[in-house]
């Protein structure tokens, strides 16, 4: 079986780096007997089992399978975190920047993307983005661009890191933090609707 990878940083909460998808298909066909067989080329008489279905000598064999885990400690970097996630994103559909910082951060960051998105003046004026959370990052980038100075290193050096500054920024404030960055994310995308119009974010023809 491949490798887990876990950030292990918040000792009472670890986060999957990779391996969600073995891990969560695990507990479905092995704890919660949700699964069933399919598709076997050779053992095909176990086809259509469940777990609980499976003679003795294959269930012991899944019981028995030795797992390998590898952990980000704490005290590393988030930075670091980022990095090592795309380093070892190889599932089969690969996650762009946005759906990695999605996937480690905390449903509270989450949310708080999500609904800025979903305001009718982001629809307005961006469209359906939702695919692949391109709108979420552009919100992201709102915020990246109002809290720190475009000008310094990081946005020259490299957006992707530019936004990951951004998205440790949310993740380490509170909620006045937050309540801050829907002010000012709101009236901004409002007041651009009302000057510019739904049409006020797309390229020019001339």
């Known amino acids: 079986m491949p ?26 066909f092995v704890l919660d007997g949700d699964l069933r067989l399919t598709g076997l080329e050779f053992l095909t008489d176990l086809n259509g089992k469940t777990f609980d279905k499976l003679p ?3 269930q012991r064999r899944i019981e028995e399978c030795p797992v390998t885990v590898y952990m980000i400690k704490p005290g590393t970097p988030k930075e670091v975190k980022y990095s090592v996630f795309r380093r070892i994103n190889t599932g089969g559909l690969m996650l762009n920047n ?36 391109k709108d979420q990052e552009l919100v992201l980038r709102f915020w990246a661009f109002y809290r ?20 440790a920024d949310i993740q380490e404030g ?7 960055f829907k002010h000012h994310y709101s009236t901004a995308i409002q007041r651009c609707f009302q000057l510019l119009g739904e049409n006020g974010f797309e390229k020019s023809q001339c």
């Open 3 to 28: 490798v887990f990878y876990f950030d292990a940083s918040d000792e009472n909460n670890w986060l999957i780096v990779d391996g969600l998808q073995r891990l969560s298909s695990i507990k479905k």
């Open 56 to 58: 003795r000598q294959y």
């Open 98 to 133: 946005q759906e990695i910082r999605n996937a480690m951060a905390n449903s509270r960051e989450r949310d708080l993307l999500k609904e800025l998105a979903n305001l009718e003046c982001t629809k307005a004026m961006l469209g359906d983005l939702s695919t692949r959370m």
């Open 148 to 167: 720190f100075n475009y000008l310094d290193g990081d946005y020259k050096k490299d957006m992707a890191s530019f936004l990951d500054k951004a998205m």
């Open 174 to 180: 509170d909620d006045i933090h937050h309540k801050e």
